[in-house]
């Protein structure tokens, strides 16, 4: 039995650069962050011949090419499994739609069971790469790369979307003391809402490919702030870090009126006015999580209980997509 794991994640800078009708033209950049919040894979050979798949449905295929999930279809193909006597099973620790990179996170860890089922040794940036051939050419998704790349690589790292598809990865430089505070004072709430990043990223991605002017020079401040971003977490300036947030939720509404809606905007609103110093919708928009960087984070915690919101804590993942039984 093989079992794998990835991390979800979290953005702390630029995020929308890292889709390609955008770094095709103008390079992105964006700094995020692994979290200890999973998405697990089990396969394993049956002794009945056909596939058994259990996700948020129950399906049974007898062929690749019956299996109705497109990223196990594909991934099933891109790697050449020819066995069909496979049970494959996910589970997750956060549900899908909640703007953690949960999508990326399930084919990286698809793709890293297969590659183990082959004996195969994979890096964490072919692994990436693989899942984003799967979302994003064989099937088309208006997403970016962010997800896959930080969830093979873990930790808290920034990337470079380079105009001819190369991606490079680095850590950020962050010191002890900096990491430990930042991983303290960050904190998650989830609105309720659940939504599809794919619907909103569609109409960032039309308007890019349209070289819509207000959307480019959108995302061209957007990559800036990651930069600066950057500076602050390596430089230990963590209020710095978390002003920046909040600048960047503020440009990232004016992208789609999908953005956000006058709940989540009561609640920040809410969080600014009760010890939070900065914060942002995590993900595509539309719902998930709400982040936020607090030092009085009782203060923090009371407030947004008392609107109903429940918090997730979390830390951070340095090891990215991993095998935990083979």
């Given amino acids: 039995m093989i079992i794998t794991r990835s991390p979800l994640r979290i ?16 390079t992105g950049f964006l700094i995020a962050a692994a979290i200890d919040k999973y998405v697990y894979i089990n396969v ?10 259990k996700y948020s449905h129950l399906e ?4 690749v090419d019956d299996i109705k999930h497109p990223i196990i279809r594909e991934a099933l193909k891109l790697l050449e499994i020819e066995q069909r006597n496979l049970e494959i099973t996910s589970m997750a620790d956060i549900p899908a739609g909640t703007g953690l990179g949960s999508s990326g996170s399930f ?8 590659h183990a089922h082959k004996k195969n040794l994979v890096h964490p940036a072919e692994l990436a790469e693989q899942a984003c051939q799967i979302e994003l050419e064989k099937l088309g998704e208006p997403i970016g790369k962010q997800d896959q790349y930080i969830a093979a690589f873990g930790g808290i790292t920034w990337f ?3 105009p001819d598809g190369r991606v490079e990865a680095r850590p950020v430089k962050i010191s002890e003391e900096t990491l430990f505070n930042l991983e303290d ?4 709430f989830f609105t309720g809402y659940s939504r599809s990043a794919s619907a909103i990223l569609k109409e960032q991605d039309d308007k890019t490919k349209q070289s819509n002017k207000v959307m480019v020079e959108n ?7 990651g930069k600066q971003s950057q500076i602050a977490l390596e430089s230990g300036n963590l209020r710095e870090f978390a002003r920046l947030m909040d600048v960047h939720w503020q440009r990232k509404k004016e992208r789609s009126q999908s953005m956000s809606n006058h709940r989540i905007n009561e609640w920040y609103d ?5 010890g939070a110093l900065g914060g942002k919708l995590i993900g595509a928009g539309g719902g998930g999580f709400l982040m936020f960087y607090a030092e009085d984070k009782a203060r923090l915690r009371h407030a947004l209980r008392v609107q109903g919101l429940t918090e997730v804590r979390f830390r951070f993942d340095f090891e990215g997509t991993k095998i935990l039984n083979q």
């Fill in 185 to 188: 004072n960050l904190l998650l």
């Fill in 160 to 162: 470079k979307f380079m």
């Fill in 11 to 26: 953005s702390l800078g630029g995020g929308g650069t890292d889709l390609p009708s955008y770094y095709r033209h103008h």
């Fill in 107 to 114: 084919t990286t860890a698809l793709l890293k069971a297969f």
């Fill in 44 to 53: 394993h050979q049956r002794f009945v011949d056909g596939f058994l798949l």
């Fill in 219 to 225: 995302l061209h401040f957007v990559k800036d702030l």
């Fill in 60 to 63: 049974e295929a007898a062929t």
């Fill in 270 to 274: 809410c969080a600014m006015g009760n």
